[in-house]
């Protein structure tokens, strides 16, 4: 059950005039009355005799118990209470108690011993919501105490929830993104948009903002993108502000509408922006910070997404057990991967890839301030998916897009357990719905990559899938037959057989392998165990890169296949 706090209004009736009316779109049906202040409040909706004025009447009565100097401008207080879409259609008689609730909590009417409150009615004009309106003067004369009431509101929703059997809510904590209000959604519609303004722009400021190292970065992608910029500058000449708009998006002056920066979401002003910049001095050219270094250098697909993946496996383990602000900046940062990697993705990957990243831009942010010094190598990384440009979608750029989907996926769970920690409900639910996104993004990306990689699996010589079983049974006996049931195992043999001839080790590597993250919530472990020990093994990940395995090739005693002195065995990795 979501209450929102509506803009304060002067005209009462104003607002009587919409909520009784046909609505925008003929979507009000049946207005009527639920409850008011006064059970003999007149209802317009289905007393004849009533009229909207007669209910303005006795609603701003209290209005003339001051001098008319002495009367708020603003005085109309409403509020909307709408259920969720999976809620039972609630009845009047439960939709009047829950507006006496929520008028309780909020302060406008807080009833018990207090009887001199404001005047309220509460109006459904739809099976799912109320409205209600409210005098802000008292009976008494006097202002009500309705400070934070969009958070007592909320409160109040949550045991509402409980008592009702309804959806549970998870609790805020204030730091999402506002919301588009009614008239945004209407001014898209009359558009032929299929979402706000707002929205759109939120998404093309957070793409902008992902691995961007210096202002003038920051602010050349946005104009790359299309927007129109305004910048606002102080008497020394550093910048205070932005504002974006979209082209076509004018208001009734034939004007462009504007929007700042922290108006779109909490952490796009300018202030928590360049707070990203200042540890991650990578720029080309020197800005308001005092930044200045080489240019950018660009890379292919394929390794913007291996060094995703790097960096993804070094902020795994700060989100296990680095501090509060260092972990911050590594959700933060993961957010930025996620636009970055929407933003360059291949078509068939690339819905799913966008809806995480919106999904989880919830997730990003928590009262905890991000120490983005810990968030570097992450910035970076999405710094080379965003230079990177498209990937293609096969090839070696397929495969490595399925291996970074992969990691990603236990990046953004572990942000999930980390907000589930810290008691952060709708952050913890946003990481898990961007799970949910990467999932199916994986499944698309994998299928062919992995395909491949079966086949070479099946085309192994018996003795050969043997010996790997073995391998596998050597190093996680615990999960061994669950591996071996499973489809993914062709393609696991073929890697443990490619590890081999890359002169590893495999039963080493995949305890390793095992070793560095949990397998609880995958879904296929034989597919997370390609990818660690392509990964781990610097093997391509495209199978068609490599040339089918000596069947008869045998280890000297010391585990190393036999060779040059100085096989990839004895030579150290990088960490990861």
């Not at 002056?253 to 928590?272: H, Q």
């Amino acid at each position: 059950m979501i209450p929102r706090i509506h803009k304060q209004g002067s005209s009462t009736r104003g607002l009587l005039n919409y909520l009784y009316g046909k609505g925008a779109r003929e979507e009000h049906v049946d207005p009527h009355l639920v409850a008011s202040f006064d059970s003999m409040a007149p209802d317009p909706g289905r007393d004849p005799s009533a009229t909207k004025e007669d209910l303005q009447r006795l609603l701003d009565q209290p209005l003339h118990l001051l001098d008319e100097g002495q009367r708020p401008d603003q005085h109309v207080w409403h509020c909307s209470v709408r259920a969720a879409g999976t809620d039972r259609i609630l009845s009047d008689e439960e939709w009047g108690d829950i507006a006496r609730r929520i008028v309780a909590a909020t302060g406008i009417d807080p009833g018990g011993v207090d009887d001199a409150g404001c005047r309220w009615a509460a109006v459904r004009h739809a099976d799912d919501h109320i409205h209600i309106i409210a005098t802000l003067v008292r009976e008494d004369g006097r202002r009500p105490d309705h400070h934070r009431s969009g958070q007592r509101a909320q409160a109040a929703a949550r045991l509402i929830e409980a008592d009702y059997g309804l959806h549970r809510v998870a609790p805020g904590d204030g730091t999402a993104a506002k919301r588009p209000t009614s008239a945004e959604h209407h001014k898209a519609e009359r558009q032929g948009r299929d979402r706000t303004v707002r929205e759109e722009l939120r998404e093309t400021v957070r793409r902008a903002v992902a691995g961007a190292a210096t202002e003038r970065e920051f602010f050349d992608r946005l104009k790359g993108a299309g927007l129109l910029v305004r910048t606002r500058v102080l008497p020394s000449g550093d910048l205070k502000g932005y504002t974006v708009a979209l082209p076509g998006d004018h208001n009734a002056d034939r004007e462009p509408v504007f929007y700042a920066g922290s108006t779109l979401a909490p952490d796009l002003s300018l202030p928590r922006i360049q707070a990203r910049f200042d540890t991650t001095a990578v720029a080309s050219a020197p800005d308001s910070t005092g930044h200045q270094d080489h240019p950018p250098q660009r890379v292919g697909p394929s390794v913007a997404r291996r060094t995703t993946t790097d960096a993804a496996w070094a902020a795994l383990v700060v989100l296990d057990g680095g501090n509060d602000g260092a972990a911050a900046a590594q959700i933060a940062a993961t957010g930025e991967v996620l636009d970055a990697l929407a933003k360059t993705s291949a078509l068939h990957t690339r819905q799913e890839l966008r809806q995480a990243a919106l999904v989880f831009e919830r997730a990003s942010r928590s009262h905890t301030r991000e120490e983005f010094l810990h968030g570097q190598q992450l910035r970076r990384a999405a710094r080379d998916l965003a230079l990177s440009g498209p990937a293609l979608g096969r090839g070696e750029d397929g495969a490595t897009t399925a291996m970074v989907i992969d990691m990603v996926f236990f990046l953004v769970t572990a942000a999930a357990h980390w907000h589930g920690r810290k008691q952060h409900a709708q952050q913890a639910a946003a990481a898990q719905e961007a799970a949910v996104h990467l999932r199916a993004a994986y499944r698309t990306a994998a299928g062919m990559p992995m395909g491949a990689l079966y086949e070479r699996g099946q085309r192994l010589a018996l003795p050969l899938r043997h010996k790997q079983a073995a391998h596998l049974r050597q190093a996680v006996p615990d999960l061994a037959e669950q591996v071996l049931a499973e489809p993914g195992w062709y393609a696991l043999a073929a890697t443990l057989a490619d590890v081999e001839s890359a002169g590893y080790r495999p039963a080493v590597l995949l305890t390793e392998a095992v070793g560095r993250r949990e397998l609880g919530t995958a879904e296929s472990v034989s597919d997370v165990l390609v990818w660690r020990l392509r990964h781990m093994a610097d093997l391509p990940a495209d199978a068609s890169a490599m040339t089918q395995p000596d069947n008869g090739r045998s280890l000297q005693s010391d585990g190393r296949s036999p060779g040059p002195a100085t096989s990839r065995a004895d030579q150290p990795r990088k960490a990861r």
